[in-house]
């Protein structure tokens, strides 16, 4: 029985079972195929929670590894992500109260999260900037028009652009309403195809990369 189950063609076969019952439950009104929906996403939530506690022992592993072998430069960052992961694990869990109304993991969310996600946040600025140099060069006609075209955007957002000339704003909310949003469509465009042809694959039995194939 083991064996069967291992077998690759079961598992296309479940994935294949599951996406069209989800796809048929978007598309028309059934109760059986409704309540079969909902007991997969329910599953799916199941199978997420333990995919979570074996990224989380993977992790472990991964950085206790690293400690003990006193990885140069990387060791001493993973004692403070273990220790870190540790104190929000135990808070998740007590959910001591502090002063009566905020519970422990609220205020270490609250004070300790937040402002560093704010600080990592504000840190990738200095490296967007850098790559904004890099990619502000002249090389040619194409990198030119970019250079432009980022320049009047940049000053419409600045309040700066409007006292230099009146025009910089007018062209900086044409490109932004008349230039980037066809390309944008373009791209989401593009994209839902990819996804099409992904879900076809799928249900198929051609797509093979969860199973671990290329």
Known sequence: ??????????LLLISGIAA???????FFIEPVVQSTATIIRSWCVIIFSFALGLGLFAALRVHLTRISRRQKGLWPMSIWLIVFMVIMIIAGLTV???GGTVGLYGWLFENWWVPLTSAAYAIT???IFSACYRAFKARNIDAAILIIAGV?????????GASIWSGIPVIGRWILDIGQIPGMRTITFTSGLGLIAFGFRTLLGWE???????
């Open 152 to 160: 009047f955007v940049m000053l419409t957002n600045a309040p700066v």
């Open 1 to 10: 029985m083991s064996e069967i189950l291992r077998k690759k063609e079961i």
């Open 208 to 214: 093979r990369g969860f199973l671990g194939e290329e």
């Open 96 to 98: 001591t109260p502090i």
């Open 20 to 26: 069209g019952v989800m796809i048929f439950d978007n």
């Open 125 to 127: 600025g200095f490296y």
